[in-house]
């Protein structure tokens, strides 16, 4: 690195000279389209056509992300020198020099701050277009100082990485900024601010594997070339042909290694979403406090009909209802180990004014049945939740669990473990609903809450009719039968203490009337968030660990005798009243026979 300012502000004005020089192309490298009348191309550097993403100079995308004229550039006047005197065909220096006059940078890297829909944000952008937008240790400084920068302004940072990796002209130096970048993004990270990374094409490499990884969010333009080995490197150790579409963005989407894939023209809106929900300034309180909704009791022979209802293909999904109690809201994908579960949805949304993070099992997905990685997405964001200090919401609509092989051997025991594990203790208030199928572990895993709602033609239990049916009476055909016996309906769960209010639907069910279904809902779970936010997170931990604890707790034998002595002194009562209310009444007829 150069600290001589004289000698950096000359090759910054050199820089300068050139930023409007840059050539464009006549043609789409894709399709072979000319593109050269085309305002969509000259803006985003995207085909008209075929949606192909050019590669986009660091400031023209600082130009369609930023709010305009709001950035502001920071650490200019850092330039690469030659630790190594490394040699080859050119000097190192003489190759820095020449990209600075041909892309109008001083390094691979443009820093500074900015706004994005009125966000203040802090920006990174690398530019393949500088020496493959590798990293040396001024681009690690850089990235590393504008993460800081983003701890002390306490606003959060969006970096959008073009890089084939480390710079191998400055050896292992160039190396040791994986580590300095990504020991930044951590302590960002330990100060609760954002971090949105955006993956282009391509991102591979030491880059790719140090801080942009580390992002709360992971975003990506289709058809990136992303991975952490060259295509080339992978397949001679392979020693296959790679799949089709493998080490792009829409094949790690898929692998759960991202959370969208985005189109170049769509992304400022949905980093301004984003920025919004995760730099949330709103919190909902109680002005006050509503009474419940009344909610008709259902008599032991509706068992089965509630059975029914619960799992009528028209009742409305958990997607259903999200897009019906919430705005704005953005999906979260993948569990950032192995893959994604469309049957756990979940995301960022904004509930009544307020962020929250929003989960749920979708059963137009494999029947909502999850797989490890759709509870370990879960996991995701709840600790997301826990970090920017948003409620949690989870519809509950399962059969259970996915029992199959591939499943047990991706871990299905450890992940409904660890997801209730970490709802026991999640620091910040969570409300769960069962709003179909309440399936045993695979509806109690997302099911630990600080208040538990369930609606009115839902089920709850820890094992279907059917099964139940089998292991008794060895016949599935008298499910019907026994469904009341396992006391599974809404009254039967709030009589039980599992429950801790029923939330009524339209008549006939939630699939006559989705609409008011939803408004019904959303006015539930907003009674009960409202009533657990008034509550500090440790108290909200603790009442929560206590609420369980008492769940299914064993009493003394003096206790239970007492309390079986109560209970029949009160029927004696009981009936001791009605049979006096009975003799009065008969008198009183007496009476009026005799007048």
């Not at 893959?339 to 960022?348: E, F, Q, R, S, T």
């Not at 307020?354 to 997405?377: D, L, M, T």
Request: charge should be negative; hydrophobic fraction near 40%; charged fraction near 25%.
């Amino acid at each position: 690195m150069k600290d001589k300012k004289d000698f950096s502000a000359q090759t910054a004005n050199q820089v300068d000279s050139v930023e409007e020089q840059q050539p464009e192309e006549e043609y789409c490298l894709f399709c072979g389209i000319d593109v050269s009348k085309s305002e969509l191309f000259h803006r985003y550097r995207v085909c008209p056509e075929c949606r192909f993403h050019h590669s986009l100079p660091a400031r023209q995308r600082i130009e369609v992300l930023a709010d305009a004229g709001s950035f502001k550039e920071t650490n200019r006047f850092l330039i690469s020198i030659d630790p190594l005197s490394f040699s080859g065909k050119e000097l190192y220096e003489e190759r820095i020099h020449e990209a600075q006059l041909r892309t109008g940078l001083t390094e691979a890297v443009l820093t500074g701050v900015c706004t994005i829909g009125g966000n203040p944000t802090a920006i990174a952008v690398l530019d393949f277009g500088f020496m493959g937008g590798n990293m040396g240790g001024v681009v690690g400084e850089k990235v590393a100082l504008t993460f800081e920068l983003a701890a002390k302004r306490k606003i959060p940072i969006v970096t959008v990485i073009s890089s084939g990796g480390a710079r191998l002209q400055e050896g292992v130096l160039s190396l040791m900024q994986m580590a300095k970048t990504a020991a930044a993004a951590k302590r960002l990270h330990a100060q609760r601010l954002p971090h949105i990374s955006v993956l282009t094409n391509p991102a591979s490499g030491e880059v790719y594997a140090s801080f942009p990884n580390l992002g709360d969010v992971i975003l990506a333009e289709p058809q990136a070339l992303i991975g952490f080995a060259p295509l080339r490197v992978v397949q001679e150790t392979s020693g296959k042909p790679l799949p089709k579409g493998s080490h792009t963005s829409e094949d790690h989407l898929n692998h759960g290694m991202i959370d969208q894939v985005v189109d170049r023209t769509k992304l400022r809106q949905l980093l301004s979403i984003l920025l919004d929900l995760l730099s949330a300034r709103y919190r909902l309180t109680m002005t006050k406090r509503g009474q419940p909704y009344p909610v008709l009791e259902h008599p032991e022979e509706q068992a089965w009909e509630t059975v029914q209802l619960a799992r009528h293909e028209q009742r409305p999904t958990a997607l259903d209802y999200i897009s019906r109690i919430t705005t704005s809201f953005i999906e979260l994908h993948g569990d950032r180990h192995y893959g994604d579960d469309n049957a756990v949805v979940c995301g960022i949304a904004e509930f009544s004014g307020e962020a929250v993070i929003i989960i749920g099992q979708e059963r137009s997905h494999n029947k909502g049945r999850a797989y490890p990685e759709g509870f370990r997405k879960a996991q995701r964001a709840m600790r997301m939740a826990a970090v920017f200090g948003m409620p949690v919401i989870t519809l509950i609509d399962t059969p259970g669990a996915y029992p199959g092989i591939d499943s047990e051997e991706r871990g299905i025991g450890q992940a409904i473990a660890s997801t209730m594990a970490l709802m026991s203790d999640l620091p910040t208030p969570i409300v769960s609903v069962i709003i179909g199928q309440g399936g045993s572990e695979g509806a109690l895993a997302l099911g630990v809450a600080d208040r538990i709602l369930m609606l009115e033609n839902a089920i709850y239990s820890v094992i279907s009719p059917e099964d139940a049916a089998s292991i008794i009476y060895r016949d599935t055909k008298k499910a019907e039968k026994i469904a009341s016996s396992l006391r599974l309906t809404a009254t039967d769960c709030k009589e039980l203490g599992v429950i801790d209010a029923i939330v009524p639907e339209p008549e006939g069910g939630a699939h006559k009337d989705p609409e008011e279904a939803a408004r019904l809902l959303k006015n539930s779970i907003l009674r009960a968030l409202l009533d657990v936010q008034q509550l500090s997170p440790s108290k909200i931990v603790k009442n929560r660990y206590k609420k369980y604890r008492r769940m299914g707790e064993y009493s003394s034998y003096f206790r239970a005798a007492i309390s079986k002595e109560v209970s029949e002194l009160q029927d004696l009562l009981h009936r001791g009243f009605s049979m006096l209310r009975e003799r009065l009444s008969t008198s009183e007829k007496e009476e009026d026979q005799h007048n």
